[in-house]
């Protein structure tokens, strides 16, 4: 199967992508929380469209918790609760959904195959995980394992979301203000803005910690706009180091994702060409 597309719905935009006699062909549009399942569907077909051929399938990697591959459960994008593949396919051409995290977890085992187990963190407008090891994705009893961004932390003012704590959403939440703004504190070096990142950071520190401790990974992956944000990922590796098991955190690579634009649409793309099974 070689003319597939990848798609990635994430809460603020979607990126589309396929390759075309070796050449990238991609397009990013906005979505949203409130984002219609008609645009989503309206954006995708015009892209589709647009490239000369017709695809032979369609990977979809979303936000939230997908039954199988072909019914989102649960999103943040409330129009995809729900949804099943055939109503992006409609008979055209075959469409698998996975969870947004897991279908980065999916491309990031190809660059690390001699490795027994890959641990994907993307922090972007939440915090989610994947966990490949010894050759099987890790999913739980339904599929849905890996919502790092809900397990509970305790703080000064009682249990808080990891999610509300170090997510894309939450730090803005926390900031009181929209991105735009929020970059702009970030580049003026407000204090504030600094002290927000710092805490935020050393929470995605502790989240590093249990995850190493519960999966003992060779690797952990990191992916999302939100780690790249100035003093995230330093106070992230300091708190990390501080608080695992020396021979466990020295034992394992912690690495970016290899392609951070790309990393979620690509796997999608191998997860339907491969025909794997989660």
Known sequence: MERVVGVDIGCTKM?????????????????????PREQLKHDIDA????LPFVPEGIGMAVPGLVEGDYR?????IGSLSGITT???GGGRFPVRFINDVKSAAVAETVNYKDKDTIAVIMAGSGIALGVYSKGRMITGAHGFAGELGYCMMQTDNGPKTLDSLTGGIGILRQAGCGIEEFLERIAENDPDTVKLLAQAGEHFGLALTNVIHLFNPDVIVIGGSTATYPGYMEHALETARKHTLPDMFNQCLIAPAKDKERIVSLGAIEYIRSGMQL
């Open 47 to 50: 892209f589709i469209k647009s």
């Open 72 to 76: 989102v459960k649960y999103s943040d």
């Open 86 to 88: 055939d109503y992006f």
């Open 15 to 35: 990126y589309l992508y396929a390759q075309v006699n070796g050449e990238h062909v991609e397009k990013k549009v906005p979505t949203g929380l409130d984002c």
